[in-house]
């Protein structure tokens, strides 16, 4: 797909992520609108997105993000990034299904294609990485490729995760050599931690789990401590990727309670472990080395259920 030439002769481009927007995605529908108003001024560009986590406000356009209530309008394109369903447009769906033409770009494994149109790449580092090769590159401004390097970076956990390639590593420096301030989007969108989210993290960590042999760890945080703490699922940001780190474990297990009896489960794995098949199975999706999924009934059935199809995974490789 030439990302120019479907943007030629159109009026009006609507641009989305999925729920609970992370940095690949804040990353993606910023650089690209930014790329849109750089380089086709006549075209109006709006990105409807939950709103993300204010960390992110740091890079240029963080405020006109809209949030999707019920608004109707209607755009000739439709362009959903970093989203892995239909589903998963949130309130954006409105737009999706009355916009002309609907265009997917995604990294997702999972993604089966439901665009008009559809750039998905299973083998990429992000969509930020998917969407920087559909653009030109001398046309990318300081403030495109400011946020599509954020969205790289927390994607690959800054340059750390399996995902990252040689190409990730060469767009990368394409887009830090327009001048960006990598180490402070760095700083201020993937290191830095309020007192809060200390201190939730060290509840995660401290009443953490071992299971598996050993193999596996697993935390919860449950509503009425998010309550206690002061604090949103937006804050819960990392801590299945610290508790990938412990030393010996293969896969770690993240929930945090939504409702009654009803949990978001986020599964990390280091080099064996499939995630992505093991969230499928139960309706979720991702990325073979991260993944998620929500999932009904009590804390310790979903464990259960969730290790029976990682053991099964862990025992096929041993017998290999």
Same mark, same amino acid.
């Given at each position: 797909?030439?990302?120019?030439?479907?943007?030629?002769?159109?009026?009006?481009?609507?641009?989305?992520?999925?729920?609970?927007?992370?940095?690949?995605?804040?990353?993606?529908?910023?650089?690209?609108?930014?790329?849109?108003?750089?380089?086709?001024?006549?075209?109006? @560009?709006?990105?409807?997105? &939950? +709103?993300?986590? =204010?960390?992110?406000?740091? /890079?240029?356009?963080?405020?006109?993000? $809209?949030?999707?209530?019920?608004?109707?309008?209607?755009?000739?394109?439709?362009?959903?990034?970093?989203?892995?369903?239909?589903?998963?447009?949130?309130?954006?769906?409105?737009?999706?299904?009355?916009?002309?033409?609907?265009?997917?770009?995604?990294?997702?494994?999972?993604?089966?294609?439901?665009?008009?149109?559809?750039?998905?790449?299973?083998?990429?580092?992000?969509?930020?990485?998917?969407?920087?090769?559909?653009?030109?590159?001398?046309?990318?401004?300081?403030?495109?490729?400011?946020?599509?390097?954020?969205?790289?970076?927390?994607?690959?956990?800054?340059?750390?995760?399996?995902?990252?390639?040689?190409?990730?590593?060469?767009? @990368?420096?394409?887009?830090? &050599? +327009?001048?960006? =301030?990598?180490?402070?989007? /760095?700083?201020?969108?993937?290191?830095? $931690?309020?007192?809060?989210?200390?201190?939730?993290?060290?509840?995660?960590?401290?009443?953490?789990?071992?299971?598996?042999?050993?193999?596996?760890?697993?935390?919860?945080?449950?509503?009425?401590?998010?309550?206690?703490?002061?604090?949103?699922?937006?804050?819960?940001?990392?801590?299945?990727?610290?508790?990938?780190?412990?030393?010996?474990?293969?896969?770690?297990?993240?929930?945090?309670?939504?409702?009654?009896?009803?949990?978001?489960?986020?599964?990390?794995?280091?080099?064996?472990?499939?995630?992505?098949?093991?969230?499928?199975?139960?309706?979720?999706?991702?990325?073979?080395?991260?993944?998620?999924?929500?999932?009904?009934?009590?804390?310790?059935?979903?464990?259960?259920?969730?290790?029976?199809?990682?053991?099964?995974?862990?025992?096929?490789?041993?017998?290999?």
């Amino acid at each position: 797909m030439q990302l120019d030439k479907e943007l030629q002769g159109v009026r009006t481009v609507a641009i989305a992520g999925h729920v609970r927007p992370d940095g690949d995605s804040v990353g993606a529908c910023i650089g690209l609108k930014y790329y849109i108003m750089d380089n086709f001024a006549p075209i109006k @560009a709006d990105i409807w997105l &939950e +709103k993300p986590d =204010p960390k992110f406000a740091v /890079l240029k356009g963080y405020d006109e993000i $809209r949030q999707a209530e019920g608004e109707e309008q209607e755009y000739d394109l439709f362009i959903a990034l970093d989203c892995a369903s239909y589903e998963r447009l949130g309130g954006a769906k409105a737009y999706f299904d009355t916009a002309k033409k609907t265009i997917c770009i995604d990294h997702h494994i999972s993604n089966t294609g439901y665009g008009g149109i559809n750039e998905i790449d299973a083998n990429a580092s992000s969509t930020c990485e998917v969407l920087c090769r559909l653009m030109e590159p001398e046309k990318i401004s300081q403030e495109a490729a400011a946020a599509l390097y954020t969205g790289i970076a927390h994607d690959t956990g800054v340059f750390q995760y399996s995902c990252t390639s040689p190409d990730t590593m060469r767009m @990368a420096a394409v887009l830090m &050599e +327009k001048g960006i =301030p990598y180490t402070q989007l /760095l700083e201020e969108t993937y290191y830095k $931690r309020s007192y809060l989210q200390n201190q939730i993290l060290g509840k995660a960590l401290l009443e953490s789990m071992r299971v598996l042999d050993g193999r596996g760890i697993v935390s919860v945080v449950r509503r009425k401590e998010l309550s206690f703490f002061g604090v949103s699922p937006m804050d819960l940001d990392g801590i299945v990727s610290q508790l990938k780190m412990t030393e010996d474990v293969e896969v770690a297990i993240f929930l945090y309670e939504t409702d009654n009896l009803e949990y978001k489960v986020s599964l990390r794995s280091k080099e064996i472990v499939d995630v992505s098949e093991v969230a499928s199975y139960f309706g979720g999706g991702g990325h073979v080395r991260a993944a998620g999924v929500t999932m009904k009934g009590t804390f310790h059935d979903i464990v259960n259920n969730l290790t029976l199809h990682i053991e099964h995974q862990l025992t096929e490789q041993e017998n290999q």
